[in-house]
């Protein structure tokens, strides 16, 4: 029983963060949202999707960012700040890190195709 609610409260937070990836969400509120631990809540994670909750918010965000830069013009500031992160710079240093390439550089490949 125990681990059937950890599985809801897991599903839970995924619900929470694919629906308010844009805003500023704190793993805090998503381990109180699943009513565990946040280390209880990041160790779930980990085990169900091998990554934390932190870094699956920061996975959501790149993946609609990506989505942005193949389907509109927007200017790089404005779907950095559109998908929830709160400068440039951590946009275009994750997602160099996510993707291997900047976002500018991600556009114009997925432009040419």
Known sequence: MKQ???SHGIAKVVSQIR???TQNISIRDL???AGLSVRHLER???ESFGVGPRQFLINTR???ASQRLRETQEGLAEIAYACGFSDHSAFTRDFRRHFGVTPRDFRRREQTN
């Open 4 to 6: 059937l609610q950890q």
């Open 19 to 21: 629906r308010d990836y």
């Open 62 to 64: 790149l993946l609609a």
């Open 31 to 33: 381990a109180v949202a």
């Open 44 to 46: 779930k994670f980990k």
